[in-house]
T-cell receptor, first 111, second 116 residues
């Protein structure tokens, strides 16, 4: 079983749609959680951290379920510019060396 | 915001040659930098942690004699792929954290290596 598992997609949705991604992790002792965005052939960029109480940043909402060991990302009112691969990243501790990256979920927003 | 510059962005080389990739933190000092490799449709895999003024820490399965890392200053780390072979063709990405010890990373733009 992979340490961090994501549905690779692709998710093809029309503009304005709401789309949700899930990510499961195997290490119950994981302490930090992030969503990164990676455009094709580019570097990952931090989208948002995920907090225990859940957090929202504009059209993006992230939630953490420690009991079931998954995190989610909800994107409302999808824009064409949201098309990218979304990486789930889980940290076993506060050290960057212990970050584990998922292989990503590909999203394409269609006009 | 924090910027990490990586060069070259792409390189094509012949099998058996060596390739050097540079990673610079432009507006902050980085005592630690991280080197990742990403194959198509796969996740980023940490290769090694580069430590300023000391030896790099390599992850299991990564050959330290093949992937030479030098972190000679607080703003520059280099990765040299020695005697490159086609199976080394990949996307190499460096990263650093603005805050020492923190785990929020800023990535370089990556270097796409193709070995013929």
């Amino acid at each position: 079983r992979k340490e961090v598992e994501q549905d690779p997609g692709p998710f093809n949705v029309p503009e304005g749609a709401t789309v949700a991604f899930n990510c499961t992790y195997s290490n119950s002792a994981s302490q930090s959680f992030f969503w990164y965005r990676q455009d094709c052939r580019k570097e990952p960029k931090l989208l948002m951290s995920v907090y225990s109480s859940g957090n929202e940043d504009g059209r993006f909402t992230a939630q953490l379920n420690r009991a079931s060991q998954y995190i989610s990302l909800l994107i409302r009112d999808s824009k064409l510019s949201d098309s990218a691969t979304y990486l789930c990243v889980v940290g076993a501790s506060g050290s960057a060396r212990q970050l584990t990256f998922g292989s990503g979920t590909q999203l394409t927003v269609l006009p | 915001g924090a910027v990490v510059s990586q060069h070259p962005s792409w390189v094509i080389c012949k099998s058996g040659t060596s390739v050097k990739i540079e990673c610079r933190s432009l507006d902050f000092q980085a005592t630690t930098m991280f080197w990742y490799r990403q194959f198509p449709k796969q996740s980023l895999m940490l290769m090694a942690t580069s430590n300023e003024g000391s030896k790099a820490t390599y992850e299991q399965g990564v050959e330290k004699d093949k992937f030479l890392i030098n972190h000679a200053s607080l703003t520059l780390s280099t990765l040299t792929v020695t005697s490159a072979h086609p199976e080394d063709s990949s996307f190499y990405i460096c990263s650093a954290s603005v805050y020492p010890g923190a785990n929020v990373l800023t990535f370089g733009a990556g270097s796409r290596l193709t070995v013929l």
